[in-house]
């Protein structure tokens, strides 16, 4: 299928693009990396009037360090963010997740923002993030705000976001020499959406772990928060956490619901073994 007839407008500062965005009261959309939105727009699930292409806004690409946090910017891309020494090292749970999203030519394209922004519910960043605790700056006609991680994703494919807004960043801690992290999917293919998916930070303390979050995607509408199995794995327990896991997925195309519970202790078991392992 081809997409219904739409306007093309380059924005070249955020401001461009948000007075862009206002200017064609929730009719525009912004195109990032493209790779979500040229399909939904080619399946006709979606007929923007105007596309608002922000590829050519400088300074929302980078990378950076500060304070103990880790900003990424929106339009940072899938493979830059694969290649980046710093995200190696201060922010491993997105480089254990990286390799697993689409094929190279997809993540060459891809941006983190657009990622957040299409909030798949079976997408990698989206989870990785929540489990991070990381929070989302976004920029609008009434100025900047930031929304926790775990309040952002509001629902199926939805998000914090308003029809004007655009997703700037990304920010969470940045990792320690305590920090714990792991990351598991099954899915058909490699690069395939995950049937099921689990990302997941702590912190070591001791023998131990503390501060456990468990976030698995492919399982419901949003990122999901597995808190009692988060609770019993702090405890010690793998068979406690997978015991607990209150987790209630849906049938879809891919497995029945109770498949993919089964399937979620079974992630959670090899992701539990890589947060009990100290980083290389
Ligand atoms: C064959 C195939 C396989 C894929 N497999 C996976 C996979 O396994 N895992 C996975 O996570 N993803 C997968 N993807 C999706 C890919 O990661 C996309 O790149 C990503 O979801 C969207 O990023 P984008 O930059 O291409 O956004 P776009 O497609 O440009 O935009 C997506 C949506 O986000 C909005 N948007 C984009 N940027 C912003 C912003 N800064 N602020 C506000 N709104 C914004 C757009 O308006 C649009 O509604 C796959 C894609 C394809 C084509």
Redesign the pocket.
């Known amino acids: 299928m081809k997409p219904a007839p739409f306007a093309y407008a380059k924005a070249r500062t955020l401001d461009d693009a948000i007075r862009l965005l206002g200017e064609h009261k929730g009719e525009a ?11 939904t727009l080619n399946m006709r699930l979606s007929s923007p009037s105007l596309l608002v292409d ?1 590829n050519g806004v400088t300074g929302l690409d980078g990378i950076s360090v500060k304070d103990g946090m880790i900003e990424i910017g ?1 339009l940072a891309r ?1 493979a830059a963010l694969e290649r980046s020494p710093d995200i190696a090292k201060h922010a491993p749970l997105i480089a254990l997740a990286m390799p ?3 094929h190279p030519a ?1 993540r060459n ?3 983190i ?3 957040l ?2 909030a ?1 519910p079976a ?3 989206p989870a990785c993030v929540v489990a991070l605790d990381g929070e989302i700056g976004i920029i609008g006609t009434n100025g900047k705000r930031t929304v926790k991680a775990g309040d952002f994703f509001r629902g199926l494919f939805e998000t914090a ?1 308003g029809p004007h ?3 700037s960043a990304v920010r969470f801690p940045a990792a320690n020499s305590d920090t714990r992290v792991g990351f598991a999917e099954l899915a058909r293919r490699h ?3 995950a049937l099921v998916g689990l990302a997941a930070a702590a912190k070591a303390s001791g023998k131990s772990l503390t501060d456990v979050r468990l976030c698995y995607f492919g399982v419901g509408a949003t990122p999901v928060r597995a808190r009692k199995a988060e609770a019993a794995l702090a405890a010690g327990s793998v068979d406690d956490a997978v015991m607990a896991l209150d987790l209630d997925p849906s049938d879809d195309i891919q497995a029945t619901g109770a498949v993919k519970k089964h399937l979620a202790g079974v992630l959670l078991r090899r992701v539990a073994k890589q947060l009990m392992e100290p980083r290389a």
């Open positions: 959309k912004l195109l990032a990396g493209g790779q979500s939105l040229i399909a922000i929106a899938h697993h999203i689409a997809i394209r891809g941006t923002g657009g990622s922004a299409y798949d997408a990698e960043l976001l807004d655009v997703l690069g395939d959406y």
